[in-house]
């Protein structure tokens, strides 16, 4: 699924975008007329998203003046394509109503008060941190593969990675800690989830 950042920088100065950069997604940032300086480490961070990111100025300074601008974007952006998922990034909880009307008509969206806050980002981190532990949360709270075969596909899934000699090393982990088992017919068993 397509992701949409749109940064409400009057509100939050974001310091860079390394963390979004390997997400599918487009990043929008909205600043304030008077905005002009913007720091080094954002400019430069931002530069390798080359046509995937788009700076807008807004013209008039007011209250609630970029919110209305980022409303605007997301009304003609979900007009475009009804799948794709909204993070608006700032700390302004007025647009909690607007996320709200979009949530009952079963449209994608959140706000965030930062960019680390985006779930894709937190399960990004989460993975890199220790992707077996990642595994054993899965597990416990989303499935519990029953065979062998449908475990594997689960963590490469869960994981999002192809890489069969990973998923394979995060199999023998679990069995080496005794978090599962797997018997000669490939019946998976959990003995310490029970």
Same mark, same amino acid.
């Given at each position: 699924?397509?992701?949409?950042?749109?940064?409400?920088?009057?509100?939050?100065?974001? $310091?860079?975008?390394?963390?979004?950069?390997?997400?599918?997604?487009?990043?929008?940032?909205?600043?304030? @007329?008077?905005?002009?300086?913007?720091?080094?480490?954002?400019?430069?961070?931002?530069? *390798?998203?080359?046509?995937?990111?788009?700076?807008?100025?807004?013209?008039?300074?007011?209250?609630?003046?970029?919110?209305?601008?980022?409303?605007?974007?997301?009304?003609?952006?979900?007009?475009?394509? @009804? $799948?794709?998922?909204?993070?608006?990034?700032? *700390?302004?909880?007025?647009?909690?109503?607007?996320?709200?009307?979009?949530?009952?008509?079963? +449209?994608?969206? &959140?706000?965030?008060?930062?960019?680390?806050?985006?779930?894709?980002?937190?399960?990004?981190?989460?993975?890199?941190?220790? @992707?077996?532990?990642?595994?054993?949360?899965?597990?416990?709270?989303?499935?519990?593969?029953?065979?062998?075969?449908?475990?594997?596909?689960?963590?490469?899934?869960?994981?999002?990675? &192809?890489?069969?000699?990973?998923?394979?090393?995060?199999?023998? +982990?679990? $069995?080496?800690? $005794?978090? +599962?088992?797997?018997?000669?017919?490939? *019946?998976?068993?959990?003995?310490?989830?029970?």
């Amino acid at each position: 699924m397509k992701n949409i950042i749109l940064i409400d920088y009057e509100n939050l100065q974001v $310091k860079n975008l390394d963390d979004v950069y390997h997400l599918d997604s487009d990043i929008y940032v909205f600043r304030g @007329p008077t905005q002009n300086r913007l720091p080094a480490e954002l400019i430069e961070s931002a530069q *390798k998203f080359g046509s995937r990111i788009t700076w807008i100025k807004t013209s008039r300074q007011g209250h609630n003046a970029l919110d209305f601008h980022i409303a605007y974007f997301v009304g003609q952006m979900v007009q475009s394509d @009804p $799948k794709v998922f909204f993070h608006i990034v700032s *700390k302004d909880d007025g647009f909690d109503a607007l996320i709200d009307f979009m949530k009952e008509r079963k +449209l994608f969206i &959140d706000r965030v008060e930062s960019i680390d806050d985006i779930p894709l980002v937190m399960k990004m981190k989460a993975i890199e941190r220790d @992707p077996v532990a990642f595994i054993k949360d899965r597990i416990l709270n989303v499935s519990s593969p029953s065979r062998y075969k449908t475990l594997r596909t689960a963590i490469a899934k869960w994981l999002e990675k &192809d890489d069969e000699k990973f998923v394979d090393g995060i199999i023998e +982990l679990l $069995k080496k800690e $005794k978090f +599962l088992e797997i018997d000669e017919l490939g *019946k998976v068993a959990y003995p310490k989830t029970r």
